[in-house]
């Protein structure tokens, strides 16, 4: 497996993808101390800069698994939550690139509090491309860590041949087929968030408005 990280920060991603014996084919990262944090645990793996000028397209067909946590401050109770608006919301940059080069695989990362906000355009963009995805929210003491600090998992598969060998159809009919399978799958939330506890709790009942979710679980 082939893999390639964006907002690669000091290599979180690149190290998983090492212990599962893949191939780290690139990094894109602009802050100049995770670079040499990067170039030194990472030598062989070529890097990039500012994701606004990196051009994916010379790595379509090659990379199996795109990783990244695109920035969370568009969406941080933290912070003014302006979304779209930040000029630090890059996803539409990981997005192009995405599309660039065609990955079988995505693994994006991003604040709770991007549910509400831009969650749903964002899993309804790689829909677009014919893309399935789930959603999961998973808890920093899921691995042993004393903070909860949950955070947002998008995983998306876009390959026609899934482990059961189910053949799938990604032509424009096949993808609004898609569409229509998995809007009519949607479950009611399993969690809800309190904004004024900052906490997750089981949710059960569905919106009044019969509004189509996408669900997310939680681990």
Excluded at 24 to 36: A, G, L, P, T
Excluded at 49 to 75: A, E, H, L
Aim: proline residues 5%.
């Amino acid at each position: 497996m082939n893999h390639a990280s964006l907002f690669s920060g000091i290599g979180g991603f690149d190290l998983a993808a090492d212990w599962m014996g893949w191939n780290n084919i690139f990094q894109v990262e602009i802050d100049e101390y995770c670079n040499k944090i990067l170039s030194r645990h990472f030598p062989k793996v070529e890097r990039h800069g500012d994701i606004k000028t990196f051009d994916g397209k010379y790595y379509r067909g090659s990379v199996d698994v795109i990783s990244g946590g695109f920035p969370c401050q568009p969406y941080s109770l933290a912070g003014k939550r302006k979304k779209d608006e930040d000029p630090r919301a890059l996803w539409p940059e990981m997005f192009r690139v995405i599309r660039e080069i065609q990955p079988s695989w995505i693994v994006a990362e991003n604040v709770p509090g991007i549910q509400g906000l831009s969650l749903e355009n964002i899993l309804a963009s790689l829909e677009n491309e014919g893309y399935q995805s789930q959603t999961f929210i998973i808890p920093n003491a899921s691995n042993g860590t004393w903070d909860r600090r949950y955070r947002v998992w998008i995983i998306a598969n876009i390959n026609q041949l899934r482990c059961n060998n189910e053949q799938k159809d990604f032509t424009q009919q096949g993808k609004r087929e898609l569409s229509i399978q998995q809007r009519g799958q949607i479950t009611p939330d399993n969690i809800d968030f309190d904004w004024k506890t900052k906490e997750y709790s089981d949710a059960d009942s569905r919106r009044s408005d019969n509004k189509p979710l996408y669900s997310c679980c939680i681990l």
